[in-house]
């Protein structure tokens, strides 16, 4: 046995690990959630069908090649426990994991969401954001569908100009307001990414205000990219 594992082990045995969901002992082979609430998440398995409801969102606005969300959302669900640690509870290690979740689910076989994608890039927090947070999650999120793809993450050529009020009390249309034109690319943007298929991350898609405005901030500035959407979780109004 291997040291490593052996201090993994016994550490396991002194501070047994919970499943963030059921709290239930999580075996060594488990991280963050146990198997069985890991299957039980509500996935949406809109990276199969074109026209979803997540697609939807783009309709008129961006064009978009696809977009997919993981999972559903709604306040009473385990995925609300999941999203709350990832932005409220410092839970870096289980945005990095979600991220690893997402990969395996987007990248099967015959449906291979990620096919063609050239580079990852994060939805931006503002500065302000990031010093109080310390993290950005959604950037969590893309580097663990980054390490488990191997599809390098791009995290600097999109950035947030204003540091815009949350969006969690407001309705659809101050949404769109609170995140119209606040985002632009980098002058680095404009030589890397031409000609090639970005893959815009986001941790939650409520309205797709904030990822249409990172659309339109990268279209408006690099024509010639395709962009395509994933989200963890997709809530609704
Ligand atoms: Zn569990």
């Not at 501070?15 to 039980?40: A, D, T, V, W, Y």
């Not at 600097?156 to 407001?170: E, G, S």
Request: hydrophobic letters at 35%; one cysteine or more; glycine letters at 6%.
């Amino acid at each position: 046995m291997r040291l490593p594992s052996l201090f993994n082990d016994l550490s396991n045995l002194l501070f047994p690990r919970k499943c963030l969901i059921c709290q239930g002992r999580l075996n060594p082979s488990e991280e963050h959630l146990c198997l069985n609430c890991l299957s039980q998440l509500p996935r949406t398995l809109y990276h199969k069908r074109r026209g979803n409801e997540m697609e939807q969102h783009f309709y008129g606005s961006i064009p978009v090649e696809r977009a997919t969300s993981y999972l559903f959302y709604t306040p009473e669900s385990p995925v609300h426990h999941i999203l709350h640690a990832i932005k409220y509870y410092g839970a870096k290690k289980l945005a990095i994991y979600m991220g690893h979740c997402m990969s395996t689910h987007l990248s099967e076989k015959e449906d291979n969401f990620l096919d063609g994608i050239d580079f990852i890039i994060p939805v931006p927090l503002s500065k302000e954001r990031m010093r109080k947070r310390g993290y950005n999650q959604s950037q969590l999120l893309a580097e663990g569908l980054g390490q488990s793809t191997g599809i390098p993450v791009l995290s600097d050529l999109l950035i947030r100009t204003v540091d815009n009020p949350t969006q969690t009390h407001l309705n659809r249309r101050e949404r769109w307001e609170n995140v119209q034109g606040i985002f632009k690319t980098t002058t680095q943007a404009h030589a890397l990414l031409q000609g090639k298929h970005i893959l815009l991350i986001d941790d939650v898609a409520t309205t797709g205000a904030t990822l249409s405005n990172c659309a339109q901030a990268i279209l408006k500035d690099i024509p010639n990219c395709r962009l395509s959407i994933a989200t963890l979780a997709l809530a609704s109004m």
